[in-house]
Each structure stands twice: as C-alpha cells, then as structure tokens.
C-alpha cells in the first residue's frame, strides 16, 4: 500500500465542520452575550462569524486554531473575563457539541485497521476534547495515538506533533498521510516529510487545499480506493 499510518485532524475531517461547529459557535456567542445584541455583534466579528448566515467566514482563524485562539477572540470581546476560564469553559461545551460524522467511522476505521494501518488523530482541539468527541461515536479504541494541542508536542502548522506519532510506531514520515480539510494540516504534513490528503468537509474550497496536497478528495471516504490504487 501507499502508506502503513494515517494521521487524520478531526474537525472538518473525521466530522462535517460547518454542521458540527456552525450551530455550536452560534449558541456560544449568545450564552456569552447574555441577550446583549451588540455584544454577540462584537464577539462574532473577533470569530469571524457571520451571526445573518450562521457560520464562520473562510478566513477566521478559528476554523483551524486552538481551543486557546478561541479564548483568547472571546476575551477580546469580554476584557472582564479570565482567558483561562473563557478556555475551559469552551472545551467543556465542545465536548459535548453534536457531531457530524463525514461518513460512518466505525466501519470506515475498521477496514483501515484491517488492512494493518497505524491510525492517529492530531487536532489543534482539546486532548480532552478530542477523546471526548470520538468516544461520543464510539471510535475512540480505534485509534493507535490521540493529540491535541496541549499533548506536549505542540500546534498544526508545526510539525512537531505529526512526527511524534511517526516515532512512537517508528514509521518512516514519508509512509505517513496526513489527513486533513485545512493548510494548517497540509502543510504540517509537508513540514514532517508526510503525504498530503486533503478533504472538503471543511470550510477550504479546493483552489485554496490543492497546493499542499498530492490528492483532494470531497471526504475520507475516498480513501481507501486510493491506498489500492
């Protein structure tokens, strides 16, 4: 096969972005406003959250931040509040966020498995998160290695924690693919000497993903047919 691991990011990857975490930012700003319109106002716009449509802009860092870049665009918006209690306050909301599968994990994960493959996810989410998300579908034990960001080996775009996974199963980088809907995770991939596939489940258009990746799919689900290939 073209790789013995897979490196997968989770939000716009494993799930559907925009039907996961459109409806979830949308219901935070207004727990966070507190009925004040111009406050959600002044929160969205540090998002980069369109409040008319109900859903990030293509440009806002949040779609591939971490949970600390989140606090920190509410904090903007609310100087009174602990940028700590802001973090912990969103990580535990996101672990309970509804979830969008991009096509169904347990058997998709299951026949990569079966073909022998290390599976790992590395997000720039929550461990804690993270574990908590895919528990809530039940594929958490699927996976060999869960990261986030604060697992100790740093954030996409740095390379860093993608090579962490390679050395704990001593795979070579360049048997690894990383799998992910943003060029925060391309060119992470790049960075660590990894393949590149790039997935449309997120909020990147292809004209934005193509140049980090050797190949664009419209979901993972199109994976398996190109490790045959």
Do not use: C
């Not at 406050?39 to 980069?48: C, N, P, T």
């Not at 594929?139 to 993608?162: M, T, W």
């Not at 980088?173 to 997935?199: F, K």
Request: proline share 5%; glycine share 10%; net charge negative.
């Amino acid at each position: 096969m073209r790789v013995d691991g897979l490196l997968f990011d989770k939000d716009g990857t494993l799930f559907d972005f925009g039907l996961t975490w459109n409806s979830f930012a949308k219901g935070m700003i207004a727990k966070f406003a507190e009925g004040d319109a111009h406050l959600a106002s002044r929160i969205a716009g540090e998002l980069d959250f369109d409040l008319a449509t109900g859903s990030f802009l293509p440009q806002s860092a949040i779609i591939a931040g971490t949970n600390r870049d989140a606090a920190e665009a509410v904090g903007r918006a609310l100087p009174d509040r602990d940028i700590a209690e802001l973090e912990n306050t969103l990580m535990y909301a996101a672990s309970e966020a509804p979830l969008s599968e991009a096509v169904p994990l347990a058997g998709f994960l299951d026949d990569l498995s079966g073909r022998g493959l290390r599976l790992g996810v590395m997000t720039n989410d929550t461990e804690y998160a993270a574990r908590a998300h895919l528990k809530s579908v039940g594929v958490e034990e699927r996976f060999d290695l869960i990261l986030g960001f604060d697992s100790g080996f740093g954030a996409k775009p740095d390379p860093g924690p993608l090579l962490a996974f390679s050395e704990r199963f001593t795979l070579s980088p360049d048997r690894v693919a990383m799998v992910g809907d943003s060029t925060h995770d391309l060119i992470a991939g790049q960075r660590a000497g990894m393949q590149t596939i790039a997935v449309l489940t997120g909020m990147a258009t292809e004209a934005e993903l193509a140049p980090y990746a050797d190949v664009v799919f419209p979901n993972i689900g199109h994976i398996p047919g190109w490790l045959a290939a």
